[in-house]
């Protein structure tokens, strides 16, 4: 079965800095699609960004950017210029081609100012 | 366009009560997916429905059970509450479902006492 892993339970970033949360997957199946979500206080899950494993391209939206490492099943995410609206749980997920969804436990970043 | 909708909200019960949770996908969507969020378990994929069809389930009980209606429109029931099944839960819609971006619902919380 696929899982997905967050080793950070939590991360801290100052305003305007960048910082990068970790993400590592399992799987056997070649063909599968990686995401990115935020969640902020109010609880509505909202898409940040999204790779197709079949893409060799890193995927970028603004100040967000993946570290796609297929060989080594690992989707990290990189937020730039850190905003206090940054703050959020943030989730990987894992989708594969039959359309199976698994979660990450979720980093939780805290935006200083 | 108008996003996912769920209703209600918020909910208490008390143990061995019934409950059923609706959500209303994007207009267009047809494929319908259901997750618990639970501070020790996370996010948890409970099932998809496509087209009025079940088409993927996740490792919960026979209790947990859904439909989904010709409009797409979705709804799940809990039997028998326990108080584990305190959780949030979240409705996502997308097109097909296969590779689509998911839109979340704000999410239904269900207290069970």
């Known amino acids: 079965a696929q899982t997905v892993t967050q080793s950070q339970p939590e991360m801290s970033v100052q305003e305007a800095e960048t910082v990068t949360l970790s993400c590592t997957y399992d799987?056997?199946?070649?063909?599968?699609?990686l995401f990115w979500y935020k969640q902020p206080p109010s609880r509505q899950m909202i898409l940040v960004i999204r790779?197709?494993?079949?893409?060799?391209q890193n995927a970028t939206e603004n100040r967000f950017s993946v570290n796609f490492q297929k060989a080594a099943k690992s989707f990290s995410l990189k937020i730039s210029d850190s905003q206090l609206g940054d703050a959020a749980m943030y989730f990987c997920?894992?989708?594969?081609?039959?359309?199976?969804?698994?979660f990450g436990a979720g980093t939780r970043l805290t935006v200083k100012p | 366009k108008a996003g996912v909708t769920q209703t209600p909200r918020y909910l208490i019960k008390t143990r061995g009560q019934q409950v059923t949770l609706s959500c209303s996908p994007i207009?267009?969507?047809?494929?319908v997916s259901w997750y618990q969020q639970t501070p020790g378990q996370g996010l948890q994929f409970l099932f998809e429905?496509?087209?009025?069809?079940?088409?993927n389930k996740g490792n919960f009980p026979g209790r947990f059970s859904g439909r989904q209606f010709s409009n797409s429109r979705s709804e799940m029931n809990v039997s028998t509450l326990e108080l584990g099944d305190s959780a949030l839960y979240l409705c996502?819609?997308?097109?097909?479902?296969?590779?689509?971006?998911?839109?979340f619902g704000p999410g239904t919380r269900l207290t069970v006492l």
């Open positions: 996502a819609s997308s097109l097909s479902g296969r590779v689509d971006e998911q839109f």
């Open positions: 799987t056997s199946e070649s063909d599968y699609y």
């Open positions: 790779q197709e494993a079949y893409k060799q």
């Open positions: 997920a894992y989708r594969s081609a039959d359309n199976d969804m698994r």
């Open positions: 207009s267009g969507h047809r494929s």
């Open positions: 429905y496509f087209s009025e069809t079940q088409r």
